[in-house]
T-cell receptor, first 116, second 113 residues
């Protein structure tokens, strides 16, 4: 089946620094990828839609200058958490739909960010 | 908009026990309904889905029926195995490029031998 990878799986950083998370579709091309955030014992919350060749679309309440998204190619989207603060600590998950596979999302394993 | 409420865990069962994880949804229109499973260290994987009322999704011995009258999509398995230990997420909405999916909080299942 289709595989989506994320890197790194875990990152710890100091407050005020920026952190980049990569999401790759390994065996298929994805013109669209999605970024989610998950707080402990809570739902996955859709943050933004990453579009290859155009600007990302952000959900209401998500700061686009805080969470920079770049869809550099048909297999790579990056999420950069800028000037991270402890409240940005969370589990970040990306997903990508398989072209022609309506309703089916393929998820990455997630990245746990801890901001000290 | 769509939202999903699922049974809080954790759930601990003995091998061969019957499993039910409750899930209810609110939605405008008729969303597709999904169960995803996340094994330790891995991404969410689609377990089963149903796209319209009275549809039954099934996979690996798991089943769930799209109940419009009770707005529910409860996950069941007649006899769980240790290898079923994972976190299960209920979701509703559309997937694909027009993603408006909403997820439940997840239910952690542990099956003991």
């Amino acid at each position: 089946g289709a595989v989506v990878s994320q890197h790194p799986s875990r990152v710890i950083c100091k407050s005020g620094t920026s952190v980049k998370i990569e999401c790759r579709s390994l065996d298929f091309q994805a013109t669209t990828m999605f970024w989610y955030r998950q707080f402990p014992k809570q739902s996955l919350m859709l943050m933004a839609t990453s579009n290859e060749g155009s600007k990302a679309t952000y959900e209401q309440g998500v700061e686009k200058d805080k969470f920079l998204i770049n869809h550099a190619s048909l297999t790579l989207s990056t999420l950069t958490v800028t000037s991270a603060h402890p409240e940005d600590s969370s589990f970040y998950i990306c997903s990508a739909p398989l072209a022609g596979g309506a309703d089916t999302q393929y998820f990455g394993p997630g990245t746990r960010l801890t901001v000290l | 908009g769509n939202s999903v409420t699922q049974m809080e865990g954790p759930v601990t069962l003995s091998e061969e026990a019957f499993l039910t994880i409750n899930c209810t949804y609110t939605a405008t229109g008729y969303p597709s309904l999904f169960w995803y499973v996340q094994y330790p260290g891995e991404g969410l994987q689609l377990l089963l889905k149903a796209t319209k009322a009275d549809d039954k999704g099934s996979n690996k011995g798991f089943e769930a029926t799209y109940r419009k009258e009770t707005t529910s999509f409860h996950l069941e398995k007649g006899s769980v195995q240790v290898s079923d230990s994972a976190v299960y997420f209920c979701a509703s909405g559309k997937g694909g490029n027009n993603n408006d999916m909403r997820f439940g909080a997840g239910t952690r299942l542990t099956v003991k031998p």
